[in-house]
């Protein structure tokens, strides 16, 4: 079936990133393809010199712009797109993420690419999600989390696109993904944990659809030989049941370290806002005494009503911090040596949530397999992490 791949032409957006760069390698070094990944300009990070290693050529230009997107698809045969807004405030993360895909999609449709293929997000089917999911679900609730919101309306604009042109398009929606460079969880976990203590909500109980890089890979060059017609929509993920503990408990093994701690869901959010109280007393409590070394400013606040005994009130919260700072929580203080990571909370639900996310259908019509447990998964990203000098060397 690969064949069909064989000496054609690509386009990869985010193809400087995780994904895409590994796309990229297995594009060019496994089936001989021509691939031009999209660059916003010059700066473009490490990930431009894996994906001019792996062979791909650049195109400078934004994905909401509708002339560079027509350049950019000229004799192209199929549209990998992996890129979404991750820059700039929350409007202009949608409109890249968004109105991008629209312009991109819209260029595809035009150009007559054989198959178009989008990387979504299992979030999309929102919050409050059953035991199982599948495609068939209806989303109860979506997540008050703008990535989320985004990523499910840009397959709605590529619903549309195939709507006026007949674009042929599929949409992977992904877990969590890691591997060799993966930033998000990858990257960071290692970081993190060197350094400090991650919470786990609910014991780590939560249930991750992780996948090694290279089973999504698999599914994208499946999906894009899925004959012609409407969009359709697959969940990939790996082939076993994992939690958020086995999950981070494998960067542990890794590091030689444990640094994971439980909290329940009111510890995380409790913790959270005493932190940010925290925080705000300290803003206050600073500008106050730098207020105060500055002259006249006592003369000129005495004058106003209440400030004198407000000033009075908050000096003495402020002496009074490091008490106020106290561990927010029993797993904290059992680690005062070590600072404490704690789940966005806006996040806090998705891992606390055991959905468990089928394949079925990704089996049956794209005939994946994921090859890579969590196990052997992340057996190839300790090799790579010794190699990148991110973890200790084996011991032998």
Known sequence: MTDALQGRTALVTGGTGFIGGRLIEILV????????TLVRGTSTGSGAYRAAAAGASFVTGALTDQAAMRTALEGVDYVFHCAFGSHGDLAEQRRVTVEGTRTLAAAAGEAGVRHFVNLGTIVSFGADTPAEVDENYAVRRMWKWPYAI?????????AEEHGRSGLAATTLR??????????AFTLYPLALLKTSRLALIDGGRGVCAAAYVDDVIQAILLAAQRPAGPPETFIIKGPDRVTWRQFYESYEAMLGVERLVEMSRAEMRGAKGKLMRA?????????????KASPG????????PLVRPAYGMISKRRAGSATDAAPASAAEARAPDLPVELIPPMMIDYYASTTEYRIDRARAVLGYAPVYDLASGMALTAQWARWANLVPPEKV
């Open 29 to 36: 070094g496994q089936y001989g393809m021509k691939v031009r």
């Open 150 to 158: 985004d990523k499910r309306d840009a397959e709605q604009v590529i």
């Open 174 to 183: 992904l877990g969590v993904i890691y591997g060799p460079y993966g930033p």
């Open 297 to 304: 400013f006592k003369r000129a606040a005495g004058a106003l």
């Open 279 to 291: 925080a705000m007393r300290a803003v206050v409590g600073e500008g106050l005494a730098a207020l």
